[in-house]
Antibody, heavy 119, light 109 residues
Framework: EVQLVQSGAEVKKPGESLKISCKGSGYSFTSYWIGWVRQMPGKGLEWMGIIYPGDSDTRYSPSFQGQVTISADKSISTAYLQWSSLKASDTAMYYC????????????WGQGTLVTVSS | SYELTQPPSVSVSPGQTARITCSGDALPKKYAYWYQQKSGQAPVLVIYEDSKRPSGIPERFSGSSSGTMATLTISGAQVEDEADYYCYSTDSSGNHRGVFGTGTKVTVL
């Protein structure tokens, strides 16, 4: 069974750093892209970027380039999303999702990680 | 940047047909995907590659695409279909950069 299990909810202060994780299981982790999707409170889904754990090829949405860093450790089948300096506007639910390497199909999603940034 | 535009809301009575459109310039060359998101839950894929239905998705969900518009149709909508629906596709750069549509709230009452 394919599963993407994300790390737990976080409460941070503005200016702090953060790294959240997404662990894949039940499939070949290095053969699919892993993407990150933001959903701000009451708002729609926003595609942030993807990484191919097989070779760490990473693509970002222009809206998120330079704002976050996506990485992966294929030895433990885990992808990461990190911020070096959080802002209140980073408060959102963040989902990881598996994306097919030959098409654009996003077929499995993590349960989401709620990040709250507040002073 | 590339955008996919959807109507903000669609309302139907139970048993009626709901149609949700998604407009984007690259859709003639790129597949559309549709996701259902119920309140407090992660999205679920309901249509992929314009018109294919994943296993476990009811037959009342169907998809089509023509030119710059993709359409998700719910034939005989049920109360449990009330949710937000998002189309998804990639831009024409060939770099796997994705984009979600603006989202449509479907109300069944």
């Amino acid at each position: 069974e394919v599963q993407l299990v994300q790390s737990g909810a976080e409460v941070k202060k503005p200016g702090e750093s953060l790294k959240i994780s997404c662990k894949g299981s039940g499939y070949s982790f290095t053969s699919y892209w892993i993407g990150w999707v933001r959903q701000m409170p009451g708002k729609g889904l926003e595609w942030m970027g993807i990484i191919y754990p097989g070779d760490s090829d990473t693509r970002y949405s222009p809206s998120f380039q330079g704002q976050v860093t996506i990485s992966a450790d294929k030895s433990i089948s885990t992808a990461y999303l990190q911020w070096s300096s959080l802002k209140a506007s980073d408060t959102a639910m963040y989902y990881c999702a598996r994306q097919d390497s030959s098409s654009s199909k996003i077929d499995y999603w993590g349960q989401g990680t709620l990040v709250t940034v507040s002073s | 940047s590339y955008e996919l535009t959807q109507p903000p809301s669609v309302s139907v009575s139970p048993g009626q047909t709901a149609r949700i459109t998604c407009s984007g310039d690259a859709l003639p060359k790129k597949y559309a995907y549709w996701y259902q998101q119920k309140s407090g839950q992660a999205p679920v894929l309901v249509i992929y590659e314009d018109s294919k239905r994943p296993s476990g998705i009811p037959e009342r969900f169907s998809g089509s695409s023509s030119g710059t518009m993709a359409t998700l149709t719910i034939s005989g909508a049920q109360v449990e279909d009330e949710a937000d629906y998002y189309c998804y596709s990639t831009d024409s750069s060939g770099n796997h950069r994705g984009v979600f549509g603006t989202g449509t709230k479907v109300t069944v009452l």
